[in-house]
């Protein structure tokens, strides 16, 4: 796979981060001590590398205290070129990432053109090197031009350098075409991201219940994904492709999803950080900021949520980046434009989980770096010795209340405006360069 990182004319001095809280998830690890990186690759990983003093050449950065871990893997993020540039770029994409922790980013196919071709593949990977500070990766699309009717190419698209595919926020209908691609995925060993959500039944604007009958807006019923997840989890019992379900929102699917795992089936979910940490009623009075697909479900949903994530039975946290311009959201919420801004969010947003000792540090980061990282056949998300230097340092603890306007996105629909966020990143490395650093 060709490295999506610009390098510098020369190679980055060796960077040794000490006095830090280790925070390794590929293993397990949780310990004070320090971590070397040299020649873009972490050396080291230990307790007491720096009583031996800097190696020659070294940076030194003194963490005091706070985390160092591997850079996050966001799986889901809408990234703007080509075709949507006014809401975002790779390159202000990537600026938001860094800034957030994530030193890969996972783009989506729904882009126009559709990413359906090599070529267009082959575009978002050369405009990643030419412009973005953090590792890009693009799935493509399922179906071409993202219609649910005719496979692309898998073969000559995974050899382009998709990492995945789907179909973003549209589900396939036919059952027999998503049986083929599954079927025809399998021999590349090529992983089918789906939207697990029934388009007919999903023409409303918020959760179905009695919320949404006291706002007077037409729900969403949860059956609505269950029936496609349903649906899928057999597919892949008779197809035995790699199959990862985009974001389930709800208990009913985790029902489904747990059946699927214990039968041994190759299935594999994530859920976003807005369906982890908001609810229904969050909308409040009509904020179409928190207007969503699929939608904010009811707080008990929430909840399993987050024991799934505890469990494992949920296995990925992803943001769910979807920036939108402001005419698109100022309107009324049933006619608002679904979708949240979420990279920079994502890494505070998820420390709540912690905070509220609803999941341990370590498991949150193998949600949302090594797991990630593992499913798509990537080399990050640990500190062993050897991996890429994809590595970030952030103060769990360090308050700050957001203001839209400091985001490094080019749009401003964020649901956590003037919200109180517990964690900072303050530094951010990929392929041993620091590439954001907070001030």
Same mark, same amino acid.
């Given at each position: 796979m060709r490295d999506p990182v610009r390098h510098s004319n020369g190679d980055p001095r060796p960077l040794l981060l000490a006095n830090a809280r280790v925070v390794d998830p590929s293993r397990g690890a949780d310990f004070h001590g320090d971590v070397f990186i040299a020649d873009g690759v972490v050396k080291d990983a230990a307790f007491g590398i720096a009583n031996a003093g800097p190696p020659d050449g070294a940076e030194v950065v003194d963490c005091r205290g706070a985390v160092v871990a591997p850079g996050l893997v966001d799986m889901r993020a809408f990234a703007g070129e080509p075709g949507a540039e006014p809401r975002e770029t790779l390159a202000s994409a990537s600026l938001a990432a860094a800034a957030g922790g994530v030193t890969t980013l996972i783009c989506? *196919?729904?882009?126009?053109?559709?990413?359906d071709e090599p070529a267009i593949v082959d575009f978002i990977l050369r405009r990643a090197r030419d412009t973005a500070v953090v590792r890009v990766h693009p799935? =493509? =699309? $399922?179906?071409?031009? #993202?219609k649910g009717e005719e496979m692309t190419e898998i073969g000559l698209l995974t050899a382009a350098g998709a990492v995945a595919f789907t179909d973003g926020h549209a589900s396939i *209908? %036919?059952?027999q075409v998503l049986r083929r691609a599954l079927t025809y995925a399998r021999d590349f060993d090529a992983l089918i991201v789906h939207h697990t959500e029934d388009a007919t039944m999903s023409g409303g604007a918020m959760n179905q219940g009695e919320f949404a009958a006291r706002l007077g807006l037409g729900g969403v019923p949860k059956s609505a994904e269950t029936i496609v997840l349903e649906r899928d989890v057999r597919l892949v !019992? /008779? =197809?035995? !492709?790699r199959y990862h379900a985009a974001a389930v929102t709800c208990a009913e699917s985790l029902a489904v999803l747990e059946r699927a795992k214990a039968a041994g089936l190759p299935v594999t979910a994530s859920a976003s950080i807005n369906h982890l940490t908001f609810n229904e #009623? /969050? $909308?409040? %009075?009509? +904020?179409?900021?928190?207007?969503?697909? *699929?939608p904010l479900r009811a707080e008990d949903d929430r909840k399993a949520l987050i024991r799934a994530l505890a469990s494992g039975l949920i296995d990925v946290v992803v943001s769910d980046h979807l920036p939108q311009d402001v005419e698109g959201k100022r309107l009324p919420f049933s006619e608002a434009?679904?979708? =949240? #801004?979420g990279l920079e969010t994502l890494l505070a947003a998820a420390l709540r989980l912690v905070h509220a000792d609803e999941i341990d540090l370590v498991s949150l980061l193998f949600a949302l770096s090594t797991r990630p990282a593992q499913i798509l056949g990537l080399k990050g998300g640990t500190l062993k010795a050897g991996a890429p230097a994809d590595v970030i340092v952030f103060d769990p603890h360090q308050a700050y209340v957001l203001d839209? +306007? /400091?985001?490094k996105s080019r749009s401003r629909n964020t649901p956590f405006d003037e919200a109180r966020l517990d964690g900072r990143v303050l530094r951010t490395i990929v392929a041993g360069q620091t590439v954001y650093e907070y001030v």
């Open positions: 989506q *196919p729904d882009t126009d053109p559709v990413v799935m =493509a =699309a $399922i179906t071409k031009g #993202l *209908p %036919s059952a !019992g /008779d =197809a035995r !492709g #009623l /969050d $909308i409040g %009075s009509y +904020r179409t900021f928190f207007k969503l697909k *699929p434009e679904p979708g =949240a #801004l839209k +306007r /400091d985001l």
